[in-house]
């Protein structure tokens, strides 16, 4: 009963099915069972999606991005940064942008056919194509 409301996400609190036992079994003994109940029907209340994946994507390229700096080409970065005033790749736009086509692909079938890690990834080459800085994402 507690485990169908929480995959609606209907919050329900445990002390209150522990009433419908007659106060048989305590709330702790429900929670505590919970797990191994979901587990024996092979039932996830987590859902995989490809909003993290590219959130991951977009840290690792600012990542590599920084070693680069680090270990190359400092200085010629932080005279662009200083005379144009701005980052030379823009992760926010690349972001918000490849954002949009992951919400566009929830309406496909796009999430039955691939994992939500390659999803993530063709949302961000797309994105990277429209800003036309598809060169720097492909390293």
Request: net charge neutral; with cysteine; glycine share 4%.
């Given at each position: 009963?507690?485990?169908?409301?929480?995959?609606?996400?209907?919050?329900?609190?445990?002390?209150?099915?522990?009433?419908?036992?007659?106060?048989?079994?305590?709330?702790?003994?429900?929670?505590?069972?919970?797990?191994?109940?979901?587990?024996?029907?092979?039932?996830?209340?987590?859902?995989?999606?490809?909003?993290?994946?590219?959130?991951?994507?977009?840290?690792?390229?600012?990542?590599?991005?920084?070693?680069?700096?680090?270990?190359?080409e400092f200085i010629l970065e932080l005279m662009w940064f200083l005379l144009?005033?701005?980052?030379?790749?823009?992760?926010?736009?690349?972001?918000?942008?490849?954002?949009?086509?992951?919400?566009?692909?929830?309406?496909?079938?796009?999430?039955?056919?691939?994992?939500?890690?390659?999803?993530?990834?063709?949302?961000?080459?797309?994105?990277?194509?429209?800003?036309?800085?598809e060169e720097d994402v492909d390293k």
């Open positions: 009963y507690i485990s169908a409301c929480k995959a609606e996400e209907f919050h329900i609190d445990a002390d209150r099915v522990s009433e419908k036992f007659n106060k048989q079994t305590s709330a702790d003994e429900i929670i505590e069972n919970e797990l191994l109940l979901l587990d024996g029907l092979n039932f996830h209340l987590q859902v995989m999606h490809p909003f993290r994946p590219l959130q991951g994507f977009i840290t690792d390229l600012k990542a590599s991005e920084m070693k680069y700096l680090i270990n190359t144009l005033g701005k980052e030379k790749k823009p992760y926010d736009k690349l972001y918000e942008k490849s954002k949009q086509f992951v919400m566009w692909s929830l309406v496909t079938d796009a999430m039955f056919l691939f994992a939500p890690s390659h999803v993530a990834l063709a949302a961000l080459k797309k994105g990277a194509k429209v800003l036309n800085i």
